[in-house]
């Protein structure tokens, strides 16, 4: 068995790394950020991060995760 994959774009490594730097902090009193906007940064963080568990919550407890599970294991 074989797979086929595209070739790769050529700016690719490009824009994972400037993904990567974006996801890297250094310490927040280092980049001139109130306490309120931190504050304000990490509760939208925590709210998305809760809605994507609760959205993962509801697939798997629902009939839909059940049925594609079983149908995996044919």
Do not use: C
């Amino acid at each position: 068995m074989a797979f086929m994959l595209e070739k790769q774009p050529v700016t690719y490594s490009e824009n994972i790394r400037a993904q990567q730097e974006h996801t890297l902090k250094s310490k927040p009193w280092q980049k001139g950020q109130s306490p309120d906007q931190l504050l304000s940064v990490l509760e939208r963080d925590f709210d998305r991060l809760d809605g994507k568990i609760r959205n993962m919550e509801a697939y798997v407890t629902s009939d839909t995760y059940r049925v594609n599970r079983e149908f995996s294991k044919l």
